[in-house]
């Protein structure tokens, strides 16, 4: 399962899983962005930049 702060990519797809702040407490929202091959590295270094984890290993064989 993928974590808060933790992203993946499978087929051109990135998941990133982040939580927000709510009026009740706090929320996970993952997002599924579609990313185009020539700026795939781009975001996930911006990602890891943040404090995101790659966890693509970890997916590659689901």
């Not at 706090?26 to 890891?48: F, H, I």
């Amino acid at each position: 399962m993928i974590e808060r702060e933790e992203f993946y990519v499978v087929n051109n797809l990135m998941v990133v899983a982040h939580d927000y702040e709510r009026i009740d407490g706090y929320g996970r929202m993952w997002s599924r962005l579609p990313v185009d091959k020539n700026c795939l590295e781009t975001y996930c270094q911006a990602l890891k930049d943040c404090g995101y984890k790659d966890t693509t290993e970890n997916f590659k064989n689901d």
